[in-house]
């Protein structure tokens, strides 16, 4: 049986209008108007334990709503959610002793205690047994390299240092399965990768589940397997990362560095990307044309210094897939 098993999921809310200027203000007064958004429209989707799912989509697109339901904390307006055979709202105590989460601009420990202080009020409110939550503690701090902060007040620490205390405060009650909401927002390029380190060791070596919501794409791409794309309430994809990319965007790169400056080519199966100086991109369609014999009749009428084949970058592979499905409100 799947861990997270999601099916039709409909999700609407009623939101106030208001008309324009003082009147109009006054007339939702007296009068209120209301329309119906929906946010969900029949989502459905499963996870197998120990997956690594990027769940992506533009802003207004139901990410942040389909965590939140799977999390516990809205109601569906219809639809079946389970998670490990257990529904988020009938059951949420059983739930949540279950489930890690990091929101990336909000924080689970308190602001004005030391790092260390917040992880042992997290082990009474989730009631881990002492010699259960000290081998994860120190497991955690060892990993995440936490030992420098664990004695600072979580106000002082920078924003990489909070979100990897984050990340373990989510981790401290061993849950099977975590949500992570932008868990590398602004922090900076070693924090990201350490963070990113850190989600892959946890997937791998102990099975956690993790669903990973996020717009910075170069985090997809570097830990996702599966990868759910949703927009406009509706799931628009959902497939191997790696099958994603070839259904959307096959399409490869040449870039070309002449000896000299960069040649008019007319090649009937080439698209000229880009021409800077000495340098050329071409794309190509790996499936109708050999790129070995296209890169040997280029290198024999032209002199070339550098040749490389390169892959789409992952954030055009999914802004095609937004233009396919006018997910990107205009």
């Known amino acids: 049986m799947p861990q997270v098993l999601v099916r039709d999921l409909v999700k609407t809310y009623r939101i106030k209008e208001?008309?324009?200027?003082?009147?109009?203000?006054?007339?939702g007064v007296v009068a209120p108007r209301h329309r119906e958004v929906r946010a969900l429209a029949s989502v459905s989707f499963t996870v197998e334990r120990g997956e690594l799912l990027g769940f992506i989509g533009p802003n207004g697109a139901g990410?942040?709503?389909?965590?939140?339901?799977?999390?516990?904390?809205?109601?569906p307006t219809s639809g079946d959610v389970e998670v490990a055979?257990?529904?988020?709202?009938?059951?949420?105590?059983?739930?949540?002793?279950?489930?890690?989460v990091v929101f990336g601009q909000r924080t689970q420990l308190w602001w004005d205690l030391p790092v260390s202080d917040g992880f042992q009020l997290l082990r009474e409110i989730y009631r881990v047994p002492r010699a259960r939550f000290e081998r994860s503690r120190d497991e955690l701090v060892a990993v995440l390299r936490l030992e420098p902060l664990l004695r600072q007040p979580v106000r002082q620490l920078s924003l990489g240092q909070r979100m990897r205390a984050e990340i373990a405060a989510a981790l401290l009650h061993e849950p099977e399965l975590l949500f992570l909401d932008e868990p590398t927002i602004g922090l900076d390029a070693p924090s990201k990768l350490a963070v990113r380190e850190v989600i892959r060791r946890l997937n791998r070596e102990r099975g956690v589940t993790v669903i990973l919501t996020t717009h910075d794409m170069q985090d997809i791409e570097a830990l996702a397997e599966r990868v759910i794309v949703i927009g406009h309430g509706r799931v628009l994809a959902?497939?191997?990362?790696?099958?994603l990319r070839d259904?959307?965007?096959?399409?490869?790169?040449?870039?070309?560095?002449?000896?000299?400056?960069?040649?008019e080519l007319v090649e009937a199966e080439l698209r000229v990307l880009s021409r800077e100086g000495s340098s050329l991109v071409l794309g190509f369609d790996p499936a109708r044309t050999n790129a070995p014999a296209l890169i040997?009749?280029?290198?024999?009428?032209?002199?070339?210094?550098?040749?490389?084949?390169?892959?789409p970058a992952i954030e055009e592979v999914i802004s095609r897939l937004y233009d396919l499905h006018g997910a990107v409100e205009a």
């Open 247 to 263: 259904t959307i965007l096959r399409e490869r790169r040449l870039v070309l560095d002449f000896a000299g400056g960069a040649p």
């Open 85 to 100: 055979g257990v529904s988020p709202f009938q059951d949420r105590k059983r739930h949540v002793a279950r489930l890690g």
């Open 238 to 243: 959902d497939s191997p990362f790696r099958d």
């Open 296 to 311: 040997a009749r280029l290198s024999a009428a032209h002199p070339l210094l550098d040749v490389r084949i390169e892959r």
């Open 18 to 27: 208001r008309g324009p200027g003082l009147l109009g203000a006054l007339r």
């Open 63 to 75: 990410k942040s709503t389909t965590i939140k339901i799977l999390s516990g904390i809205l109601l």
